[in-house]
């Protein structure tokens, strides 16, 4: 497949040169004017690169250029000028951050070899992004599994805030769902430098004195703080770090954020915390989500009513069967269907509704063979 380059200039004797020069060679699309170009990148996108002459009436091509640096990042861009003035250059430069500037007819080998300098760049771009995204997608993982070694209900508590963020990122049509998802799968890895007493009266809903309330509340800051130590996780950091605050701006964190101030993946997270806290207390979920919806100034309501709608869903949808099978054959994303107690200690090692994981499986195997667990376990089937 020809890598996508668009030329844009409002000269239509230009166009027809730059497709008979390069049309052998690459993807080549024209626009007459900087309108019509963003229209195209819409349409046809993306590009690998952007050839746009500087001067055209209406939108000229440093306006076109500084747009796509924030529409269309990974596109390299390349400007045209018959101007010789070379502070205007330089300003279009710095503007628009011009990967190459042309004087303006290029001659056809000058043209040629900037267009495809442009294509290489823009496939380490790419790399560099791809190399990004496993690294980032390995810390977070590797996180996450820390969380699950460390303490199991907390760990079970994370993947259902998980999943609601999920569902709540669709029902509230955000497009970033990977920011949102993954700022809920580490939303509580500074519980891991909570007491474990503390953490024992919060999943089962007991009463905090005022001191401890204080000493909760700090768990965010400590989530933020280890995630802000990975490269470009800073908005997820932020994310997390205000999970506590209230809607009208009540709370510990930043008291000068309120409403619409506070970042959407924050709200949800208040949300979300609330009400898998309040799920767990031997209550339904319809009635928990009915009873959060009182407290108005506590909560986004966009994000409650988003939450309402999901929770009657699940609600009204079939429920999942348990069944009980041997720790030898379990499969990865069934879901603990109750908690798995180590039978010396007492302790919860594994929380109800956690999925299994290959590396849950296999510590639950070598705690059965060693006989600290019931070697019968009840699940569910993942839905199919």
């Known amino acids: 497949m020809k890598n996508k380059?668009?030329?844009?200039?409002?000269?239509?004797?230009?166009?027809?040169?730059?497709?008979?020069?390069?049309?052998?060679r690459f993807d080549v699309l024209t626009a007459?004017?900087?309108?019509?170009?963003?229209?195209?990148?819409?349409a046809e996108g993306p590009f690998c690169v952007v050839v746009s002459d500087m001067q055209m009436p209406g939108m000229d091509g440093v306006e076109l250029l500084e747009r796509l640096k924030s529409t269309a990042p990974d596109t390299v861009r390349i400007m045209l000028t018959g101007v010789s003035d070379q502070t205007v250059a330089a300003n279009a430069v710095n503007q628009g951050e011009i990967f190459r500037f042309l004087a303006k007819p290029p001659k056809r080998e000058m043209l040629i070899e900037a267009v495809e300098a442009g294509i290489r760049q823009h496939q380490l771009i790419c790399a560099?992004?791809?190399?990004?995204?496993?690294?980032?997608?390995?810390?977070?993982?590797?996180?996450?599994?820390?969380?699950?070694?460390?303490?199991?209900?907390?760990?079970?508590?994370?993947?259902?805030?998980?999943?609601?963020?999920?569902?709540?990122?669709?029902?509230?049509?955000?497009?970033?769902?990977?920011?949102?998802?993954?700022?809920?799968?580490?939303?509580?890895?500074?519980?891991?430098?909570?007491?474990?007493?503390?953490?024992?009266?919060?999943?089962?809903?007991?009463?905090?004195?005022?001191?401890?309330?204080?000493?909760?509340?700090?768990?965010?800051?400590?989530?933020?703080?280890?995630?802000?130590?990975?490269?470009r996780?800073?908005?997820?950091?932020?994310?997390?770090?205000?999970?506590?605050?209230?809607?009208?701006?009540?709370?510990?964190?930043?008291?000068?954020?309120?409403g619409e101030q506070i970042p959407i993946g924050s709200r949800i997270l208040k949300v979300l915390h609330d009400f898998v806290r309040?799920?767990?207390?031997?209550?339904?979920?319809?009635?928990?989500?009915?009873?959060?919806?009182?407290?108005?100034?506590?909560?986004?309501?966009?994000?409650?009513?988003?939450?309402?709608?999901?929770?009657?869903?699940?609600?009204?949808?079939?429920?999942?069967?348990?069944?009980?099978?041997d720790v030898s054959r379990l499969k990865v994303s069934m879901i603990i269907a109750q908690e798995i107690i180590h039978l010396k200690t007492g302790a919860v090692l594994v929380g109800n509704g956690q999925k299994v994981t290959d590396t849950l499986s296999k510590r639950l195997l070598n705690f059965a063979e060693s006989k600290m667990i019931d070697v019968m376990i009840h699940v569910q089937r993942p839905p199919l």
């Open 278 to 325: 309040l799920e767990s207390n031997e209550r339904t979920s319809v009635n928990t989500i009915l009873q959060m919806a009182k407290s108005s100034s506590q909560y986004d309501p966009n994000v409650i009513a988003a939450l309402t709608a999901i929770v009657k869903r699940e609600n009204t949808g079939a429920s999942a069967q348990v069944e009980v099978v």
């Open 128 to 231: 560099e992004q791809v190399l990004l995204e496993r690294t980032l997608k390995g810390s977070v993982e590797a996180l996450a599994h820390v969380l699950s070694l460390s303490d199991p209900q907390i760990f079970g508590r994370t993947e259902r805030i998980t999943e609601l963020m999920k569902a709540c990122a669709c029902e509230l049509d955000i497009d970033d769902h990977w920011e949102l998802e993954t700022s809920a799968m580490l939303s509580q890895i500074g519980c891991i430098t909570l007491p474990h007493e503390l953490i024992a009266k919060t999943i089962s809903n007991r009463s905090l004195s005022q001191s401890e309330q204080a000493i909760y509340a700090r768990f965010p800051a400590a989530s933020a703080e280890l995630i802000s130590r990975i490269p």
């Open 32 to 42: 007459s004017s900087g309108e019509i170009a963003l229209g195209v990148i819409e």
């Open 233 to 258: 996780m800073e908005s997820i950091a932020n994310i997390i770090r205000h999970q506590l605050k209230r809607y009208d701006g009540g709370g510990l964190q930043s008291a000068e954020l309120k």
């Open 5 to 24: 380059v668009l030329f844009v200039d409002d000269d239509e004797t230009f166009l027809k040169i730059y497709l008979k020069v390069l049309g052998e």
